[in-house]
């Protein structure tokens, strides 16, 4: 460091640029078996490939997701006063997905009796999914996700139905694509 330019490194603004990263303790990333799909006006938040949570991005550019328990589960658990702002991660769980996107990302947290919601920034989300790709922008990669999820509901059923590519629901799922059966049919027989 014997030639570090103090004023330099200010005047090229990167001290701000760092602060502003910096979000506390969060590391601005999703843990890896955490991305992001965006279609339309809308975020899905995919664990593993599969879709789990999915919110309209709202005006002010956010999305909130919500998850409601049942009185008995929560007295069972040993929380019979239900979520508060002190206990929801306790309830949750380290690994929980709102658990993850909290810590990681930053949000608000709505802990009421037996519903937490968590209300996240999405360019913040996005954003987050690095090293992921971010469905609903990638033709190709959104066909081989659409085409392994697929497969695993298939393996899923305990072989009851095989996967079949369906280019008509393919469209339904990722209704950006519309108009592009010629790209999609092309990917198909390239890598399926």
């Known amino acids: 460091m014997d030639n570090f ?18 979000n506390g303790n969060k590391s601005n990333k999703l843990p890896k078996d955490l991305s992001v799909k965006v279609v339309g006006d809308s975020l899905s938040v995919l664990w593993n490939g599969r879709d ?9 550019g956010n999305v909130s997701f919500s998850e409601v328990y049942s009185k008995d589960d929560l007295e069972e658990n040993g929380y019979p006063e ?10 949750l ?6 658990v993850e996107i909290i810590n990681n990302i930053g949000g ?6 037996n519903r937490i919601t968590i209300i996240v920034n999405a360019s913040s989300l996005k954003a987050g999914s690095v090293g992921e790709k971010v469905y609903g922008t990638d033709l190709e990669n959104d066909i081989l996700h659409f085409w392994n999820t697929l497969q695993d509901d298939a393996s899923e059923s305990n072989d009851e139905y095989e996967a079949e590519w369906d280019t008509v629901f393919f469209i339904e799922e990722y209704p950006e694509y ?7 049919n092309q990917i ?3 890598h399926i």
Do not use: C, R
Request: glycine share 8%; charged share 35%.
């Open 52 to 60: 789990i949570i999915t919110s309209p991005i709202d005006n002010e």
């Open 5 to 22: 330019d103090f004023k330099k490194y200010l005047a090229e603004g990167k001290l701000l640029k760092e602060e502003e990263g910096f």
């Open 188 to 190: 198909i027989k390239k």
């Open 82 to 91: 239900g979520f508060n702002d002190s206990n929801w991660k306790d309830i």
């Open 178 to 184: 519309e108009g592009m059966e010629n790209q999609i």
């Open 108 to 113: 608000d947290v709505e802990a009421l009796y």
């Open 93 to 98: 769980g380290k690994n929980h997905h709102f």
